[in-house]
């Protein structure tokens, strides 16, 4: 198959003719290079991208060799700015229902990250700790590798911030970034995990004990369980009144969770 079309989000073919080269139709032409111009904010996909992590990359070696993909360069959004307090590039109003907000943007290499071996960047107005990767991934069938990032310490209870880096090796003037951010689920107590081995481990020790148990000691046995059997009834009906007198309720209270919504969805523009 020969190229696709170079729009970040089209699967088509290119229609390789003189007029549209790089894209699939007129239409996907003038898109791309409209949503691509200086100036403009990241692309914003309410609910998420849902695309697989090869359209990304190749969008990042379309734009490595002149092509307009339609993600525009926002200088500084991945490296100097904290996304929940940049308004001007990032909206945090979520429609009803959304629970996952995504943006594509394209901005210089991450390597200001890159100080000390923890690998963090403190962005300028979250006090403590920053960004910090948690994986890397050499995609060698693209020729590039996709780095993961999460906030720590999160700014905010209600919302989980990531951020996803796509380059290509052995270009450095920027990369792709996708960053995320969707609502903080509601955390689970752990649940104790009973394995395989332990059972058996378990029913060894068990059989090791009954196994032990010496044959000239049954009549011991046997002569402490009728002596601890005479038990005064008298001390057993005490403490059982007592046991009961002291019973108590514990009410607990419910808390919503905080909800971020937006009062009107019909002011999102989508180009589909």
Not at 85 to 92: G, K, S, V
Not at 122 to 141: A, F, I, N, Q, Y
Not at 232 to 252: C, F, G, K, P, Y
Request: aromatic share 10%.
């Amino acid at each position: 198959m020969g190229p696709k079309c170079a729009l970040w989000d089209c699967t088509r073919p290119a229609l390789g003719s003189e007029l549209f080269e790089d894209y699939c139709s007129n239409f996907h032409a003038t898109l791309a290079v409209s949503e691509d111009s200086p100036g403009l904010t990241p692309v914003l996909r309410p609910g998420g991208i849902n695309l697989k992590d090869s359209l990304l990359f190749n969008a990042v070696n379309a734009r490595a060799q002149g092509k307009r993909v339609g993600i525009p360069h926002c200088e500084g959004a991945a490296t100097t700015k904290s996304p929940w307090n940049a308004t001007e590039l990032f909206d945090l109003a979520l429609l009803e229902g959304e629970t996952i907000r995504e943006w594509l943007f394209f901005d210089k290499h991450r390597k200001a990250f890159e100080s000390g071996t923890r690998k963090q960047r403190s962005l300028p107005d979250h006090s403590g700790r920053g960004w910090h990767e948690s994986r890397k991934l050499v995609m060698k069938e693209f020729g590039g590798q996709k780095r993961s990032y999460y906030m720590d310490p999160q700014p905010s209870d209600g919302l989980e911030w990531h951020l996803y880096e796509y380059e290509i090796i052995g270009f450095d003037a920027y990369a792709l970034y996708r960053l995320e951010v969707k609502l903080a689920s509601e955390k689970k107590s752990p649940k104790v995990k009973v394995t395989k081995d332990s059972l058996a481990d378990l029913q060894k020790k068990m059989g090791r004990l009954t196994a032990d148990v010496p044959v000239d000691n049954k009549s011991s046995f046997k002569g402490k369980i009728e002596t601890n059997g005479k038990v005064d009834s008298a001390t057993v009906n005490s403490s059982q009144n007592e046991m009961t007198s002291a019973t108590e309720i514990l009410h607990h209270g419910s808390s919503s969770p905080y909800k971020y919504l937006a009062d009107n969805s019909a002011d999102y523009y989508h180009k589909y």
